[in-house]
């Protein structure tokens, strides 16, 4: 399940944002349940979501993710990349791609990198220089970047999650 607290006197033919949460705290909880594995409900009247909560729950790229079954659940990577210690939550998929959902729980918006080298241990994903060149599929801006090279930043706003999957390039 996911939407925080919950609405006092729900109305399943009127569903309302409920209080506790922002959207980004709805798209954070909802990634890291995905990466991780965690069984999913959906609680509320599909007919007649908020626009979040379609965002989130009907979104078929976040799905495959969560629902890969033969993909072992996602757990915490410390990165260690320049002077930050973010910590990533990595899900290696069935298919040889990496989920990785890393949240912003800052209360600014802020400057997020996944390091490829502490996301990914196997060397066959390095070329003969040791660097690791991969394709990036932005899964909340819906987006592909091609042919990034050991790092990728991007801003991510205050509560929210950069949900990405890694693909050799």
Not at 5 to 14: I, R, S, V
Request: hydrophobic share 35%.
């Amino acid at each position: 399940m996911t939407g925080g607290e919950g609405c006092a006197d729900y109305d399943p033919m009127l569903p309302e944002h409920c209080p506790g949460q922002t959207d980004n705290e709805y798209r954070t909880e909802f990634s890291l349940y995905a990466v991780v594995g965690s069984p999913m409900m959906i609680g509320t009247d599909i007919r007649n979501m908020t626009s979040i909560m379609s965002e989130t729950m009907l979104n078929k790229e976040v799905l495959a993710i969560n629902q890969d079954y033969l993909a072992a659940p996602g757990d915490q990577v410390e990165q260690m990349c320049g002077k930050s210690h973010v910590t990533a939550w990595v899900r290696h998929l069935s298919n040889g791609n990496i989920a990785v959902g890393i949240p912003n729980l800052a209360d600014s918006p802020a400057n997020i990198t996944v390091c490829f080298s502490d996301i990914i241990s196997d060397p066959q994903w390095e070329d003969d220089g040791g660097k690791i060149t991969l394709d990036i599929r932005d899964i909340w801006k819906k987006s592909d970047i091609r042919a990034v090279e050991n790092n990728w930043t991007r801003e991510v706003d205050v509560h929210d999650t950069m949900l990405l999957v890694l693909a050799h390039a």
